[in-house]
């Protein structure tokens, strides 16, 4: 089992800057993968960023050049660096963590991005 515990959300103005962690306990050993989602209201839930357990990274092509997704082994921690921040990328902010065939899910941090 993993456990994943987001922070660092909250409203900033469009233009600002915002960076979400995301701390895993549990059998971190067997992960993977972890990256972080999002879900705005009325739409599906989407990848924005991930990182493999041997450093590779993806973004979502609307987030790139902007988020920048790191890692701290010795804090087992992932983190989502949010800059330029436009309203629409106001959401509920996942992260999650792959391990094997089970996937795990935080409770989800808001971010609210004012015009």
């Known amino acids: 089992q993993v456990q994943l515990v987001e922070s660092g959300g909250g409203l900033v103005q469009a233009g600002g800057s915002l960076r979400l962690s995301c701390a895993a306990s549990?059998?971190?050993?067997?992960?993977?993968?972890m990256g972080w989602y999002r879900q705005a209201p009325g739409k599906q839930r989407e990848l924005v960023a991930a990182?493999?357990?041997?450093?590779?990274?993806g973004y979502a092509d609307s987030v790139k050049g902007r988020f920048t997704i790191s890692r701290d082994n010795s804090k087992n921690t992932v983190y989502l660096q949010m800059n330029s921040l436009k309203p629409e990328d106001t959401a509920v902010y996942y992260c999650?963590?792959?391990?094997?065939?089970?996937?795990?899910w935080g409770q989800g941090t808001q971010v609210t991005v004012s015009s």
């Open positions: 999650a963590a792959w391990s094997g065939n089970s996937d795990y």
């Open positions: 549990g059998s971190i050993f067997s992960i993977n993968v």
């Open positions: 990182i493999t357990s041997g450093g590779r990274i």
